[in-house]
T-cell receptor
Framework: DTEVTQTPKHLVMGMTNKKSLKCEQH?????MYWYKQKAKKPPELMFVYSYEKLSINESVPSRFSPECPNSSLLNLHLHALQPEDSALYLCASSQDPGGAPQDTQYFGPGTRLTVL | AQTVTQSQPEMSVQEAETVTLSCTYD???????LFWYKQPPSRQMILVIRQEAYKQQNATENRFSVNFQKAAKSFSLKISDSQLGDTAMYFCAFMKPGSARQLTFGSGTQLTVLP
C-alpha cells in the first residue's frame, strides 16, 4: 500500500482566515514533505520532516507553518495568506531519509487552495 | 546543483502507438536516482518508473521503459501501446542520495493520447 491521503481536497479562504491542511500516511515512512505546485509547473519543495523533526525549510514565508505531531501525520497551518499563495499543495512521504538505496517519494492527491 | 531538462513541453501520440519522452540532467554526482512521475488531470503525482544510477540495466514497468545513458546524462521514457489513460503531465526527477532526499524536477511534458 503506497497511499498518502490529504484533506481537504479543496479549500477556499480569505486573507484573514486561519486554516490547516492535513496529510496522513500509514506506510511507516519516516520522512514527509510539503510541496507547492502552480498550474503547469513542477512541484516546489517547501518543507521536509525527517523522523518528526523539521530538517528543511526552503525559505518559506512564516504565514505557512508546518507541524508533524507524529510519524504518520503532517499538517500545514495557514494564516494571513496572499492571493498568490493559491496553488495545489502536495504532501509526500518516503521510507528512510537517511540513506536507503531505493528511497522513493509517494505523493498524496493534493489540496487545491484558493485565497480570495 | 543539479538541473533537469525536459525539452518537449507538449507531445501527442495515437492510441496503441509508441512515444518517447526525453529528459537530460546535469550533475557531478556518480551515485543518484532518477524518476518519472505522471500527473493526470486528477492531479495526483504517480510514480511511473525509477532508475538507480549504479544499475546499468534499464528499468521496465509493464508498458513503460527507460533508456538510461549515464555518460550522456540522458533518461528518456518510452511508453508502448499508448492508452487514453496515459494522458498526463510527465515529470522527470533527479535525487541525490543523502539526508536531504530532495527531488529536482524537470519542467514537465504534457502528453496527450489521441483516440
Amino acid at each position: 500500500d503506497t497511499e498518502v491521503t490529504q484533506t481537504p481536497k479543496h479549500l477556499v479562504m480569505g486573507m484573514t482566515n486561519k486554516k490547516s491542511l492535513k496529510c496522513e500516511q500509514h506506510m511507516g515512512h519516516r520522512a514527509m514533505y510539503w510541496y507547492k505546485q502552480k498550474a503547469k509547473k513542477p512541484p516546489e519543495l517547501m518543507f521536509v520532516y525527517s523522523y518528526e523533526k523539521l530538517s528543511i525549510n526552503e525559505s518559506v514565508p512564516s504565514r505557512f507553518s508546518p507541524e508533524c505531531p507524529n510519524s504518520s501525520l503532517l499538517n500545514l497551518h495557514l494564516h494571513a495568506l496572499q492571493p498568490e499563495d493559491s496553488a495545489l499543495y502536495l504532501c509526500a512521504s518516503s521510507q528512510d531519509p537517511g540513506g536507503a538505496p531505493q528511497d522513493t517519494q509517494y505523493f498524496g492527491p493534493g489540496t487545491r487552495l484558493t485565497v480570495l | 546543483a543539479q538541473t533537469v531538462t525536459q525539452s518537449q513541453p507538449e507531445m501527442s501520440v495515437q492510441e496503441a502507438e509508441t512515444v518517447t519522452l526525453s529528459c537530460t540532467y546535469d550533475t557531478s554526482e556518480n551515485n543518484y536516482y532518477l524518476f518519472w512521475y505522471k500527473q493526470p488531470p486528477s492531479r495526483q503525482m504517480i510514480l511511473v518508473i525509477r532508475q538507480e544510477a549504479y544499475k546499468q540495466q534499464n528499468a521496465t514497468e509493464n508498458r513503460f521503459s527507460v533508456n538510461f545513458q549515464k555518460a550522456a546524462k540522458s533518461f528518456s521514457l518510452k511508453i508502448s501501446d499508448s492508452q487514453l489513460g496515459d494522458t498526463a503531465m510527465y515529470f522527470c526527477a533527479f535525487m541525490k542520495p543523502g539526508s536531504a532526499r530532495q527531488l529536482t524536477f524537470g519542467s514537465g511534458t504534457q502528453l496527450t493520447v489521441l483516440p
